[in-house]
């Protein structure tokens, strides 16, 4: 009995869901027997603990069996009925708890009292060997993956005499990088400026899927996105098969597996023919606790009622650790000397590692990875020191507001991207390996920060502007031996990149693709098509409406800034890095709290440490306030960000807010906290310290 509930409300969605997203394993780098071992896992544990607990009470406590049994079915019924009525709510999460608590209990007295449901749910629990055999056979790429001889068709022609550095970032559109002239905004994004200045930088490049698990392997195998799991039993022909027997390999994957184990271990260290060593990547599995963990965060999505599901860890972050990290805010754990990082800080070490390998590379390597930066969650600031994850925004998503500061957020995460690729084109160019790498640099795809609209799950294409957003993606390819930067606009999709690598670096497969070589020619194409789980599209766009979302943008963030400017938003973001009055006036017609006052103590210094990137909270008026009020984050001193939810705000009423603060005003050490109001006249402000 207790296997029939706890398959149908555990057992059965996880193992459906994670069979045919086989990215939660090849994210974690899971692989062989311990997939089949998480299955059991599932499959048996929650029966197991009901059981046990019957046991227990019975024939240790004595207590009756009949009632013991019922209870037990009543506890292993709500969970059902949960996830059956997880949509419907007729009040708090604490009333549809309730409703779905008493809904259980009459499904355990009538199983009490009617035979035929009991012998049907012990028909039920038979379901539990089908349910695992379908996962077996969905996950056997992962189970058992082939090996590099067992997937190569043909052999590659061809030794490459060059170096391949080839970094795909996430969640990296395009126009965050570009000032108003169209150029890459060298005050605010020096590195990838850097590059550009001695690259090729295709300025019209359209990615192919808003979906990694596509976007990533249509990019590895130069063909359209086409289904199928990210793994190499559904892609053989990849850039690591064409390459893999004329190349040393240092890659790191973040969600796919295409990579055949006995080239590209996770975690292993690559070795070059004459026994140099390459820098371990530190790509080792997530922990088994943590990966269990996440996956009651997955079943408490789909069974707990929606007021609970909001306060769960958001699980569109990623593949895993979802709430992993920096829990609390402030609060970072120091680095250990070997450490195996996770989370951003991981990442960014794996481009530190690639860094490092491809400095000191005595031959020609591969070097590729795919890092979730500047993916969510934005914790990372421009100078790589840490926040805590942002907590559940209860701002709706069509609030200006909103969207705004998370657009803030995103770009001082990407320029702390682009501070690591500044690093790998200056080590580069002093190694004396500068000329005899190619360096590729682009994303899998974008997103959108237009209010009201998925950041890019849901493709809306009634408001085209928003797929310009999502789809259009940075690709910068430093050929060897070509010194001067060149900008094209022919329209590029993320298809062409691995034809063109092979053709740079010498190599011919036999291998037919969709995309070409654009190192040699420019495509001659009036659309590129994008695609999503249920649909797909031409997009007909180009760098015309590619500025157009630059100043959109620029409207809340200005283009043409610098990294500080991207706190300075709003009637008061001059005063940002300003001086307090030194004898205010008071604001007595607000009253605030910092919900993250905690974060401000103790802040660090160094990459990884401890700093708060925002200030949330509350604020409540005890009188109106006008449209050209804002108020003003003070931290010792100084204006560091601003507070738009003011603006407006009426007498009695009380809002979130969510203030991005400048970081580099805010040093190691304890800090202190005020608010101000500025009210705006003239072009002058009238400020007032709030309390």
């Known amino acids: 009995m207790y296997l029939a509930l706890t398959t149908v409300a555990f057992s059965q969605p996880l193992l459906q869901l994670y069979g045919s997203n086989l990215a939660v394993f090849t994210s974690a780098h899971y692989s062989g027997p311990i997939v089949v071992w998480f299955s059991m896992l599932v499959l048996l544990a929650p029966a197991s603990t009901l059981l046990a607990i019957d046991l227990l009470l019975t024939r240790v406590s004595g207590l009756p069996v009949g009632k013991v049994h019922v209870g037990l079915v009543w506890v292993g019924a709500w969970p059902v009925v949960s996830m059956l009525l997880r949509n419907v709510t007729v009040g708090p999460w604490l009333v549809d708890a309730l409703m779905t608590f008493v809904i259980a209990g009459l499904a355990a007295r009538l199983y009490s009292r009617q035979h035929a449901v009991r012998s049907w749910l012990s028909w039920v629990s038979l379901v539990s060997v089908p349910v695992v055999a379908l996962f077996v056979q969905s996950a056997m790429p992962v189970i058992a993956p082939p090996a590099a001889e067992a997937v190569s068709a043909e052999s590659s022609v061809g030794r490459p005499s060059s170096s391949i550095v080839w970094i795909v970032l996430d969640e990296a559109p395009l126009f965050p990088l570009l000032d108003q002239d169209g150029n890459v905004n060298s005050n605010r994004f020096p590195g990838l400026a850097e590059l550009a200045a001695d690259s090729t930088w295709y300025r019209n490049v359209v990615a192919t899927s808003q979906k990694t698990t596509d976007a990533v392997p249509a990019m ?5 996105p086409s289904g199928g799991q990210p793994v190499l039993g559904d892609h053989p022909r990849n850039l690591f098969t064409a390459l893999g027997t004329s190349m040393t390999m240092d890659v790191s994957e973040s969600v796919t ?8 271990a996770p975690g292993s260290r690559n070795t070059s023919s004459d026994g140099a060593g390459l820098t371990e990547q530190h790509v080792g599995r997530i922990p088994f606790l943590s990966f269990l963990r996440d996956a009651s965060v997955v079943v408490g999505h789909k069974i707990l009622p929606r007021g609970l599901r909001g306060r769960l860890p958001s699980i569109d972050e990623g593949w895993g650790e979802f ?9 970072t754990a120091p680095a250990v000397a070997g450490e195996v990082r996770t989370g951003h800080a991981g990442r960014v070490q794996t481009l530190e590692n690639l860094i490092g390998n491809a400095v000191s590379a ?12 500047p993916h969510k969650p934005w914790t990372l600031a421009p100078d790589l020191r840490m926040s805590a994850r942002p907590d559940n925004d209860p701002r709706p998503v069509t609030s200006v507001d909103r969207r705004r500061d998370a657009y803030q957020s995103h770009l001082r995460q990407y320029v702390a991207v682009d501070s690591v ?7 580069l160019k002093a ?16 997103l959108t920060f237009v209010p009201g609209e998925s950041y890019r799950d849901k493709v809306n294409v009634k408001n085209p502007p928003t797929l310009d957003d999502i789809y259009r993606v940075p690709l910068f390819v430093k050929f060897p031996g070509r010194g001067t ?3 094209t606009d022919c329209p590029v999709s993320s298809v062409d990149i691995l034809p063109t690598v092979l053709a740079a670096a010498g190599v011919k497969t036999g291998w037919e693709f969709d995309g070409v070589d654009v190192g040699s020619r420019c495509p001659e194409r009036t659309s590129r098509t994008v695609r999503w789980p249920k649909g797909r599209y031409d997009l007909r766009t180009g760098v015309p409406e590619l500025m157009e979302r630059v100043a959109y943008y620029s409207t809340w963030v200005k283009a043409d800034g610098d990294v500080d400017d991207i706190v300075r938003s709003g009637l008061s973001g001059s005063l940002v890095g300003t001086r307090v009055p030194s004898a205010p006036s008071r604001e007595t017609g607000l009253r605030w709290t910092l919900a993250n006052r905690s974060a401000f103590s103790g802040v660090g210094a160094g990459e990884f440490a401890p700093v708060p990137t925002r200030a949330f909270g509350t604020l409540t008026a005890t009188t109106g306030f006008g449209r050209s009020t804002e108020a003003l984050v003070e931290v010792d001193g100084l204006f560091a960000g601003v507070v738009s939810e003011l603006a407006g705000l009426r007498k009695g009423k009380s809002t979130y807010f969510s203030a991005p603060v400048q970081t580099s005003l805010i040093g190691a050490g304890n800090h202190e906290v005020r608010l101000w109001t500025a009210t705006w006249a003239d072009g002058m402000p009238t400020l007032r310290l709030v309390g």
């Open 220 to 224: 590895l195998t130069g063909m359209w």
């Open 257 to 264: 597996a295409m990579c055949p184990s006995d080239l590209c």
């Open 485 to 487: 930067g060149v900008v």
């Open 323 to 331: 709430g992993a990290g920096n829990d609390k805010d402030g609060q």
């Open 421 to 427: 690729i500044g690093d790998l084109v200056r080590k």
């Open 362 to 373: 005595p031959e020609p390597t591969l070097h590729f990875a795919h890092v979730l930066l």
């Open 431 to 446: 190694s004396g390996n500068w000329e005899k790498t190619m360096v590729v640099v682009t994303a899998d795809h974008g």
